[in-house]
């Protein structure tokens, strides 16, 4: 496990293969691993987590349901037994011409929203009552919502089954995401708690599917959290022994298992290697720290004889070889910029060449700004998807972000970063509708301008007085690209 230079590697991707020995994954193999890692947390937040609190609320409503049968229509009695209306009670495999009919229990009442195949269970609270059954029984059941029928139908389709009938390549990032989004969408639907005798916090069944979102995305990195690693496997054994009453019913569950169980393995020799390397890293750290206190005087005068690197970085786009003219425009901006102005727009019709103009500019000044040049694209048209990308893509080259971080503090990432640099350049790219989003409006307006020693360059299709209104930042220079221009 050690290499050539006595270091220990950190965990590295692998899997068992069929000698029962651990092998180093491929680039293509380790895709294929972090899809059924996917797989496994969504597994565990859908069944440990969610389906618990949806059987616990389809048993509240079906008892309902079924004591209001029994006063309107005397289910319980086939002898005063008369049929309910459709939209109060449609049952899908049992004859209501039988002259024998009767339903005696809440439990007998949720069979006859299912598939015969899927009556198996005894009570609601059963662990035989599955996935498939609470589902079904929700998308079922005229005593639930339309939209609880929709929800649960969706989430049996787009989760459950797919779970179920093993498929890796389904398993990737935006599928992992949609089917969060499934749940949490189920989770809201459902009433509150005082309506239902307090079955569930649906603000702790959030955190919990939230938390599990953001420790199956870190699951995907090279270097995992052992305590994360731990909690996968706990739940993973939670998951095996829970979904082994449906295998009996779904025979395809059984490749789930198989993958749930490689997987396992896997999980289990990263755990043990990182265990070694965490041994081999305590030494380490002996070492080191015994070697810096021997150096500790010459790191300082180092420190003394070298100024500390900005961190700056120019973050543009690449220049256009071809770019020529605009002769007038470029001296303008130029100028404007060394005498350290604050705010410039540059204005025209879409096409026009305002992004060209305003790239050139920051190739032809890029050792006036020590401190970095920095893009961002806003396109604010879509709710901001362009500029949060864009900002985000920004903020982790600054290093300035984690997987959890809320979108709401991207703008106070990229601008915190800013004002502590030397003098530098931030150009932001089509910003073109007139009401600003908050997003933007922090963005262009806030205190972090005059307290940076940042200039702004903004290219927009507004005309410059619409953007006088809406940029409050004093002086603003102005300039508006005309098309077809002979300079």
């Known amino acids: 496990m050690a290499t050539s230079g006595g270091r220990k590697r950190l965990i590295q991707p692998t899997i068992l293969n069929q000698a029962g020995t651990s092998q180093t994954l491929s680039q293509e193999d380790i895709q294929v691993a972090d899809n059924g890692k996917r797989h496994i947390v969504i597994g565990i937040a859908f069944h440990n987590v969610l389906l618990p609190k949806m059987k616990g609320y389809v048993d509240f409503k079906i008892e309902k349901h079924y004591k209001q049968l029994v006063n309107k229509y005397n289910i319980d009695d086939s002898k005063k037994f008369k049929r309910p209306p459709a939209e109060h009670f449609s049952p899908r495999n049992k004859d209501l011409q039988d002259p024998n009919y009767s339903v005696k229990s809440h439990h007998e009442l949720a069979k006859l929203y299912l598939e015969p195949h899927m009556t198996k269970f005894t009570k609601i609270t059963d662990e035989s009552f599955d996935s498939s059954a609470v ?116 025979q395809e569950i059984r490749v789930v298992m198989d993958a749930l169980n490689c997987s396992l393995k896997t999980l289990e020799l990263n755990q043990q290697e990182l265990k070694e390397d965490q041994e081999q890293l305590k030494e380490e750290h002996l070492l080191i720290k015994d070697i ?94 362009a500029l949060k990308s864009s900002l985000f893509s920004l903020a982790r080259r600054m290093n300035q972000i984690d997987p959890s971080i809320d979108d709401s503090k ?56 619409n953007l006088k209104e809406s940029l409050t930042f004093s002086p603003l220079k102005t300039h508006e690209l005309e098309s077809f221009s002979l300079e």
């Open 135 to 250: 589902l079904n029984v929700m998308s079922n059941a005229s005593c639930f919502s339309k939209k609880e029928n929709n929800q649960a139908a969706e989430i049996r389709r787009i989760i459950r089954n797919e779970w179920a009938h093993f498929n890796e390549s389904t398993w990737s990032d935006s599928y992992y995401l949609k089917c969060f989004q499934l749940m949490e969408n189920m989770v809201e639907m459902m009433p509150k708690p005082e309506d239902v005798k307090n079955l569930f916090d649906k603000d702790q069944i959030k955190q919990k599917l939230y938390k599990w979102r953001i420790d199956g995305l870190k699951l995907m990195e090279r270097n995992v959290d052992p305590d994360i690693i731990s909690t996968v496997l706990d739940e993973c054994r939670k998951l095996i022994k829970s979904v082994s009453s449906e295998i009996e019913s779904v």
């Open 292 to 385: 810096q206190g021997q150096h500790t005087t010459r790191l300082q005068t180092l420190e003394n004889e070298f100024p500390k690197p900005q961190n700056a970085f120019f973050d543009i786009p690449n220049r256009n070889q071809f770019f020529t003219g605009r002769i007038k425009i470029l001296k303008s901006l130029t100028s404007q910029l060394n005498s350290s102005n604050k705010m410039i727009t540059i204005s025209g019709l879409g096409g026009v060449g305002k992004t060209s103009v305003a790239l050139e500019t920051c190739w032809a000044m890029k050792e006036q700004f020590p401190g970095g040049i920095y893009w961002l694209t806003a396109d604010t048209g879509g709710g901001d998807i």
């Open 410 to 465: 991207l703008v106070d990432l990229v601008t915190s970063f800013l004002v502590g640099r030397e003098r530098c350049l931030l150009v932001i790219d089509n910003l073109d509708e007139e009401e600003f989003t908050p997003m933007v409006n922090k963005l262009v307006n806030g205190r972090w301008i005059g307290e940076s020693k940042t200039s702004i360059v903004v290219t927009s299709r507004l005309k410059p007085d």
